[in-house]
């Protein structure tokens, strides 16, 4: 049996890790921890240089990201149905995005390992009883009852088990025809035609279709009218389960967190001396993290010496998740010191996350218009600096739940107990997303005009 200790990048043991589980029984753990070290890779060092190229074209102003999916996933989402959907929604998004943008688009799913979340609170209280929050299907259950909500490591397995399970369905959804771009284009002039709003999108879909008329006259075949690239990507936030995760690759003899291409370090475990960030130093996926508004310049560069320590364009990735109210103000000093240290990083806008509020019937939500609002204001800051507004970071999901507040299909804030489904955070419906890939497509497409015009 290989010991906890002999599992792979543990350097980061003994520093500060937050937002870990009490687990009740750490033998348990221990043995759970053995059989995932000695766990088939979900994903390939190679994909994972892959996309850490695709990524250096972002941060180089070549290539825009779109990054999206559930806020947490479960276990019980686990369907063939599901997971199509919400590749469809990505995959409709990317190529009104690719045409607006005339730039390659990356395509990474929060997905197949987003099973775990930070708390703000440690523990729930409901109707004078206080129970451990919920952190995530990988840790315990939604149910508020003492046995659900008590952290039990077999789930760290079922974790690694429904991620196989969901990159399996990805794998086939991508490369399998399904993602054929003519039929992409087909499924969009169906939104463009069935949604209140579509007509504003009618002139973009008619020169997409066009486009693609001209490449059927000359008989192209590009590749990407059979298969379509996709990477997956979670919040990198328990580190037993990441670690035992890691695997050294017999070509380079360096470290890789085989549980997804891209993982990210979030707004509550970034310390700089915390266990986080160390683990992340240690493996060479593409890294990503979340900043909020309440960051320093210094402690963004402090975090560019101990991830990115060679400058190297494609390993990391700065989520900012300012808010609407706040993204004008705070954005520009950081993007023009980290810009003015020489770093390459590239820059993501995350609407989602400083734009929740509670809405009067109790529900966790956000304004369509202020995720929009985020991601303009994100553009005008890129705009005028003359650095690269390098992608989109988006909570959401390929069906027609009522989550978030206005879009195209004007869900009100009486609308949301309708179909309330998110375990977490709220998430834009199929079309909320697709609304916001029509718009940011624009912004896009005039972002280096002048203001006004
Ligand atoms: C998230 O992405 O779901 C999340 C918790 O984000 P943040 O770390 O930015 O708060
Ligand atoms: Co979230």
Redesign the pocket.
């Known amino acids: 049996m290989i010991s906890r200790q002999n599992t792979p990048v543990q350097s980061w043991r003994g520093l500060p890790a937050a937002q870990q589980p009490t687990w009740p029984d750490e033998h348990a753990l221990g043995t759970v921890l053995c059989d995932l070290a000695a766990a088939p890779p979900l994903v390939f060092a190679g994909e994972c240089d892959q996309l850490r190229t695709r990524l250096a074209s972002v941060a180089r102003g070549e290539a825009f990201l779109l990054q999206g999916g559930d806020?947490?996933e479960s276990f019980d989402a686990v369907s063939a149905d599901q997971v199509r959907d919400k590749i469809k929604t990505l995959l409709q998004m990317a190529a009104v995005l690719t045409y607006a943008s005339s730039v390659p688009v990356v395509k990474v799913g929060?997905i197949a390992g987003q099973y775990s979340?930070?708390r703000s609170q440690p523990t729930e209280r409901r109707d004078g009883i206080e129970l451990p929050a919920y952190r995530g299907d990988a840790v315990n259950s939604l149910e508020f009852t003492p046995e659900g909500r008590t952290p039990d490591p077999e789930r760290l397995k079922r974790m690694y088990h429904a991620s196989a399970a969901t990159l399996n369905i990805v794998r086939a959804f991508t490369t399998g025809g399904y993602a054929d771009l003519r039929q992409v284009h087909d499924w969009n002039q169906d939104f463009v035609a069935s949604s209140p709003v579509g007509e504003r999108y009618e002139r973009l879909a008619r020169e997409i279709d066009k486009a693609l008329a001209f490449l059927k006259a000359c008989a192209a075949e590009p590749s990407e009218f059979r298969s379509t690239e996709f990477f997956s990507s979670h919040?990198a936030l328990l580190l037993d389960y990441e670690s035992a995760l890691t695997r050294k690759d017999s070509r380079t003899g360096q470290w890789y967190d085989v549980s997804a291409h891209l993982i990210w370090i979030?707004?509550?475990t970034r310390q700089l001396d915390g266990a986080h960030v160390e683990f992340a130093s240690r493996v060479r996926n593409p890294i990503a993290v979340?900043l909020?508004s309440a960051v320093g310049a210094d402690e963004a560069l402090a975090l560019v010496d101990r991830l990115d320590p060679d400058r190297e364009p494609g390993r990391l990735s700065f989520?900012t998740?300012m808010g609407a109210d706040k993204v004008r103000d705070v954005l520009p000093g950081l993007v023009e010191k980290v810009t003015a240290s020489g770093a390459q990083v590239a820059w993501i806008c995350?609407p989602?996350?400083g734009n929740t509020f509670t809405a009067p019937s109790g529900h966790k939500t956000r304004r369509f218009d202020d995720v929009l609002d985020e991601v303009k204001g994100f553009f005008e800051v890129h705009r005028e600096l003359g650095t690269h507004p390098g992608g989109i970071h988006v909570?959401l999901t390929g069906e027609d739940v009522t989550e978030c507040v206005g879009g195209g299909a004007e869900i009100r804030l009486d609308d949301l107990a309708q179909r309330y489904e998110s375990a977490?955070?709220p998430r834009l419906n199929r079309y909320q997303s697709l609304d916001l890939a029509f718009q940011v497509a624009e912004l896009y497409h005039h972002r280096r005009a002048p203001q006004g015009e």
């Open positions: 806020c947490a929060r979340k930070p919040e979030g707004e509550r979340k909020g989520i998740r995350d989602m996350h909570e977490c955070d």
